[in-house]
């Protein structure tokens, strides 16, 4: 058993090169072994790409040695046709005879479906190994098919007196309180993420990019609300640089292609209604980012998975105090003069 843990998490290690590039597909590695030894390994670059089976079974020089190997992989094969073909016809079509796999997947289209059709074909199969690290690899994608709805990371920085944002913003927009290299962590994260969710507020407070300009990475989805209409159309979050999925309760047009309208009761249960249509445009997960009001919507409606939040070294007296969270802290990490801190809402 401990050494399928070895090559397990060696899928694990090689699945993490997808973070941000696969939506809506699942984060997938595989190796495949040969006496003790391994002779082919990938991973799943892109959505309708090829998976990661695909790319370890691609990259084996000799292919005679499958019939005589173990192919491990940190998900369940696939066993539909999708963009692209079964991953566990690959596997059949090849006689690989041994299967480790990390996780079962949750999506309905899966969901055992592989591992029948290996376990019918004849294969030694062996389910569950390093599960939990499989599952916490794919959190994004097991709540989107567990929960219908996107997995929900709130985040914001604070002062060292409990402020997000000051009283008044005379000159600089927007005020900074972490330093240069949170900054720098948050566009990471925002590579990272489908999506990224403000307020109408922050973009008439900020006129933010929501971008990744301090990392490289794809530019997430753009989620704002503007219950009235109010934000101006030249704002940055209108531009061509990204989708942008615009909500408020009023009938709007969609003046170009990277623009999507939806309307939503704002009298109703708001992050009930934003999540079930961010699950309808089939997103898995979400960076709030907005101001006080927005974050404590979620905080209050327990719609959130995980916190990240940022103390940084300054205090400002006075302003818009910070989001209320009863939560235990996860992790803490120290970024020079900031902390760092990490919540997870478990069921």
């Excluded at 173990?70 to 991953?87: A, D, N, R």
């Excluded at 055992?112 to 376990?119: A, D, S, T």
């Excluded at 997995?151 to 604070?158: D, N």
Aim: proline residues 4%; contains cysteine; aromatic residues 8%.
């Amino acid at each position: 058993m401990k050494i399928h843990e070895k090559y397990i998490k060696r899928c694990i290690e090689l699945a993490k090169n997808g973070l941000g590039t696969t939506y809506p597909n699942p984060l997938v590695g595989s190796v495949i072994v040969y006496e003790n030894k391994i002779i082919g390994e990938g991973w799943h670059k892109k959505s309708g790409e090829p998976h990661a089976e695909v790319n370890a079974v691609n990259s084996v020089k000799d292919k005679s040695l499958l019939s005589k190997s173990t192919i491990y992989v940190s998900l369940e094969p696939c066993s539909h046709f999708g963009k692209t073909p079964p991953c566990c016809d690959l596997i059949i079509a090849n006689n690989i005879p041994n299967v480790v796999i990390g996780t079962v997947d949750p999506n309905e289209k899966v969901a055992g479906k592989g591992i029948k059709k290996l376990i019918e074909a004849g294969k030694n199969v062996t389910i569950g190994i390093l599960e939990d690290e499989c599952n916490e690899l794919n959190k994004r994608f097991f709540t989107f098919h567990q929960k219908q709805r996107p997995f929900i990371i709130l985040k914001w920085a604070e002062t060292l007196d409990g402020f997000i944002s000051p009283k008044e913003k005379v000159e600089q927009k927007p005020v900074w309180i972490t330093n240069q290299y949170s900054r720098q962590l948050v566009h990471k994260w925002r590579s990272e993420e489908h999506a990224i969710l403000v307020g109408t507020q922050t973009v008439m407070d900020d006129n933010p990019s929501l971008n990744v300009r301090d990392w490289k990475g794809n530019n997430p989805i753009r989620i704002v609300l503007d219950r009235k209409n109010r934000i101006p159309k030249e704002s940055s979050i209108f531009n061509n640089e990204a989708t942008t999925l615009l909500i408020s309760d009023e009938n709007q047009i969609a003046e170009n292609s990277n623009l999507i309208v939806e309307r939503i009761d704002f009298d109703g249960n708001i992050a009930e209604e934003i999540t079930t249509i961010l699950f309808k445009h089939n997103i898995q997960s979400v960076i709030i980012e907005g101001g006080r009001q927005m974050l404590q919507i979620f905080i209050d409606a327990n719609s959130w998975d995980e916190a990240r939040i940022f103390k940084g070294g300054i205090s400002f007296g006075n302003g818009t105090k910070a989001p209320v969270l009863n939560s235990i802290v996860r992790e803490r990490f120290t970024i020079l003069n900031d902390e760092l801190l990490i919540f997870s809402n478990h069921d």
